[in-house]
């Protein structure tokens, strides 16, 4: 008897041990299979993020912008939640500036993480993947489109909120790993120039200071982010403004050759901002960028387009006008009229603005993984990494 109890108290303890595995191994692989384990309900959700999660945080322009500005008070100009943007990809109008995707969209596929919510969108938000600021219009400058589109610096104080947010819910020192992992994407300066090169309201004599501004505020938001606590910036430089259709058909370009005097102006942003980036390294700690030189691709696919396997980079594939260079696309702006191509991705430009899909394909894998003379000194697979 004493040998039977010996052997019924041996196999349960067997049994107890066994059953321990099992909840451990369970509990493990749903942390494993989950990025973020989500406790309790709404707005008072804690997260537990893993290890090598690093999430992106997202500001800019129409280049960048997810949606949000379909929840501001704005016009049709700053707006594409209307056919036939997003129609590649999404199926319908996502308020994105593209027939599909935009580069953000990209670059959170590459990371593993999922599509980074415009912030705006209404509902809870949980922000441990990130979160998109982009606002189409949106200058360095605050009086760049004021009153219609979200600023660099009204992006930044979102993104001030939401370090507190994640700060509530995750704990300081859970949110300071997560804001120091985290890569920040910025891409702004467009619309700053873009306005003064259209109404011909900048010599060339005061380019120089005005330069200054934009960079300086650039610069001033990046300083504002590793205040925060993030340390790892991809930032895009200035593409040539003299090839962008619609600003060709203000300054009388023609469709073959770009606009030199707009486009150096782009040149000058770029070189300043170069320098500023470098300034950054030395006098923030732990600060790394990317640097992606969008001005040489964005120029070479223009001009050489059948080296990347697109038929035109003369004429948009939505607009009106001379060479679609009417900012039309929709029918909700100007102009209830607009020629639409039967396939986006034959051609460089979606409307007279803004890149089909496919060019934000090609230029999102640059950046995820170039060399240093497309990207440096760090591309953002890297920077994610680090």
């Known amino acids: 008897m004493k040998i039977e109890a010996k052997h019924i108290n041996k196999m349960a303890s067997l049994k107890f041990n066994y059953s321990c595995f099992l909840v451990l191994f369970v509990a493990s692989n749903i942390i494993i299979l989950d990025p973020t384990l989500c406790l309790g309900n709404g707005d008072d959700d804690m997260c537990l993020v893993r290890k090598q999660h690093a999430a992106?945080?997202?500001?800019?322009?129409?280049?960048?912008?997810?949606?949000?500005?379909?929840?501001?008070?704005?016009?049709?100009?700053?707006?594409?939640?209307?056919?036939?943007?997003?129609?590649?990809?999404?199926?319908?109008?996502?308020?994105?500036?593209?027939?599909?995707?935009?580069?953000?969209d990209f670059i959170a596929e590459y990371a593993k993480l999922p599509l980074i919510q415009p912030y705006l969108f209404p509902g809870n938000q949980i922000y441990s993947d990130g979160i998109n600021f982009a606002s189409a219009g949106a200058g360095a400058l605050v009086e760049t489109y004021q009153g219609l589109v979200i600023d660099l610096k009204t992006?930044?104080?979102?993104?001030?909120k939401v370090s507190k947010v994640l700060k509530k819910k995750l704990g300081d020192t859970e949110a300071k790993t997560l804001l120091a992992k985290a890569v920040y994407l910025i891409n702004i300066g467009s619309n700053d120039y873009l306005v003064p090169l259209s109404k011909n309201s900048t010599s060339a004599?005061?380019?120089?200071?005005?330069?200054?501004?934009?960079?300086?505020?650039?610069?001033?938001?990046?300083?504002?982010?590793h205040k925060v606590g993030g340390r790892k910036v991809g930032i895009l430089n200035q593409p040539p403004f003299g090839c962008i259709l619609a600003l060709k058909l203000r300054l009388n370009g023609t469709k073959g050759s770009c606009v030199e005097e707009a486009s150096s102006l782009a040149k000058m942003h770029n070189n300043v901002l170069s320098v500023e980036l470098q300034k950054l390294k030395t006098q923030l700690r732990g600060f790394k960028?990317?640097?992606?030189?969008?001005?040489?691709?964005?120029?070479?696919?223009?001009?050489?387009p059948s080296k990347y396997g697109f038929k035109?980079?003369?004429?948009?594939?939505?607009?009106?006008?001379?060479?679609?260079?009417?900012?039309?696309?929709?029918?909700?702006?100007?102009?209830?009229?607009?020629?639409?191509?039967?396939?986006?991705s034959d051609y460089v430009f979606f409307d007279s603005v803004h890149p089909t899909e496919r060019v934000n394909k090609i230029f999102s894998q640059i950046m995820w993984s170039g060399n240093q003379t497309s990207t440096g000194p760090y591309n953002l697979k890297t920077l994610f990494e680090v």
């Open 312 to 344: 035109e980079s003369g004429v948009a594939c939505c607009g009106s006008g001379l060479y679609n260079g009417d900012y039309t696309c929709g029918g909700k702006r100007a102009s209830k009229d607009y020629d639409l191509c039967k396939n986006p």
């Open 155 to 160: 992006q930044l104080s979102y993104f001030q």
């Open 56 to 104: 992106l945080f997202v500001f800019g322009d129409s280049l960048f912008d997810a949606g949000n500005n379909n929840y501001i008070n704005t016009t049709a100009d700053f707006q594409s939640n209307y056919p036939p943007y997003g129609e590649t990809f999404f199926n319908y109008p996502s308020g994105r500036f593209s027939d599909g995707r935009v580069l953000p």
């Open 205 to 225: 004599s005061s380019y120089e200071k005005y330069v200054g501004m934009v960079v300086g505020n650039i610069s001033n938001v990046i300083k504002g982010i």
């Open 289 to 304: 960028y990317s640097y992606f030189d969008y001005y040489n691709w964005v120029f070479d696919v223009i001009n050489h």
